[in-house]
């Protein structure tokens, strides 16, 4: 059989350090593929007026999967302070490719899992009865809708007249926002489609049935954000009775969501929500379970499109140090989605039990699990650098 081919985008930053990594724990584990180089990022903004090359997009668009680091954005003014000065006043606008690529796949379905590992001490802790302190395991898997609502890029500072006009037909526009000038107002839109909602929800629901899990929660605010977040919800009550009634569904604002998952988070199976609201409530559970360190996630189109990549930023400033101090699991469990993507779940699986093993032990740590500051003397004081915890994690394949 001819080898599977894998589009890899490191990116900026750290991105280029984690993705190397995991790459070598793909291959320790015998995973054999051709990992084809796309560029993407800062670097190609800067030189060529375009962080997302249309080359890269043809080269997904072929192969269907991706493997993706991280990538810097910045503000429009130093994004137009950065470009290459031939290219300046040339009316090329920066906009962050990630999400660019988002749209232009119609990469809707974000899932990111968050599942706590025995040992790490970075592990949410609480008190329990009689000063006894409690650990409760998180397995928590976030399906997030991730083209639409406020990300999908509809919004004006200045609005134009006819922008202005439309909004002054609605009521409580006219009412609080009448007698502001436009050159005032800053807008920004929040649109749900009845598809792409009714897609994501399906989705999490299947996710359930398939592993295991005995409830879906609906973590939006339709008791205030009547038509959006009512229209999730109602949708949500409708698919739930029609195709899964085996599943508990849920629903929880995200203000109170945000107090009751570090109260109770074990009673949380899986969250659906939108774009922003879910990108909150994931990097929430992160946090329970290690950090950014450990957050992975994947995006799919309905089309086939597949990309697999960690929730952390590119960090620039730790990727120049001398010895990388990073920690890489977000990007190797990242390539482990993507396995189970593909069917090479017996290689993830292995994977994982390494990664468990490495944590459990405690021997091999990273600077983020010390608890120490992220600076490069952090290796002369204990902390594991990205290679020797990925080193470690090998060993134990």
């Known amino acids: 059989m001819a080898k599977r081919k894998i589009v890899t985008l490191p990116g900026d930053g750290i991105g280029k350090i984690v993705l190397a990594q995991a790459l070598r724990v793909l291959e320790a584990a015998g995973f054999n593929a051709d990992f084809l180089h796309g560029d993407i990022g800062w670097e190609f903004w800067c030189k060529e007026g375009n962080p997302l090359p249309q080359r890269t997009l043809d080269l997904i668009g072929e192969h269907k999967i991706a493997l993706f680091g991280a990538i810097t954005s910045k503000p429009a003014e130093e994004a137009n302070a950065e470009i290459d000065t031939g290219l300046r006043d040339k009316g090329f606008k920066y906009s962050s490719p990630i999400v660019g690529l988002r749209q232009y796949y119609n990469l809707d379905i974000c899932v990111r899992p968050c599942r706590s590992y025995k040992g790490n001490p970075l592990n949410f802790i609480r008190r329990g009865k009689g000063s006894t302190i409690e650990e409760p395991l998180v397995d928590v898997v976030i399906f997030r809708q991730n083209t639409e609502g406020l990300y999908s890029g509809v919004e004006w500072t200045n609005p134009p007249p006819q922008v202005y006009q439309a909004l002054m037909t609605h009521p409580k526009f006219a009412q609080n926002y009448g007698k502001v000038p436009p050159e005032e107002l800053s807008i920004s839109t929040r649109i749900f489609t009845r598809k792409a909602t009714e897609r994501i929800i399906t989705a999490a629901f299947e996710h359930a049935v398939s592993y295991g899990y005995k409830s879906v929660t609906l973590c939006e605010k339709p008791n205030v954000i009547r038509e959006t977040s009512g229209l ?58 290690g950090g950014l360190g450990f957050a992975c996630s994947a995006q799919f189109s309905s089309d086939g499109i597949a990309v697999f990549e960690p929730t952390h930023g590119s960090a620039p400033k730790y990727a120049d140090y001398d010895v990388p101090i990073v920690n890489p699991v977000a990007m190797i469990e990242s390539a482990c989605m993507m396995l189970d993507y593909i069917g090479e779940t017996v290689t993830a699986s292995t994977i994982r039990k390494a990664i468990a093993s490495v944590i459990e032990e405690g021997r091999v740590k990273t600077y983020d699990m010390m608890k120490l500051p992220g600076r490069p003397d952090v290796i002369q004081n204990g902390a594991a650098s990205t290679i020797q915890m990925t080193d470690a994690i090998i060993s134990k394949l």
């Open 232 to 289: 999730m919800w109602r949708l949500a009550k409708e698919i739930q009775k029609r195709e899964f009634p085996g599943i508990q569904l849920y629903n929880t604002n995200i203000d109170a969501q945000m107090m009751w998952l570090t109260k109770n988070p074990e009673n949380y199976g899986v969250i659906v929500a939108g774009n922003m609201f879910g990108d909150i409530v994931s990097d929430a559970f992160a946090g329970l379970i």
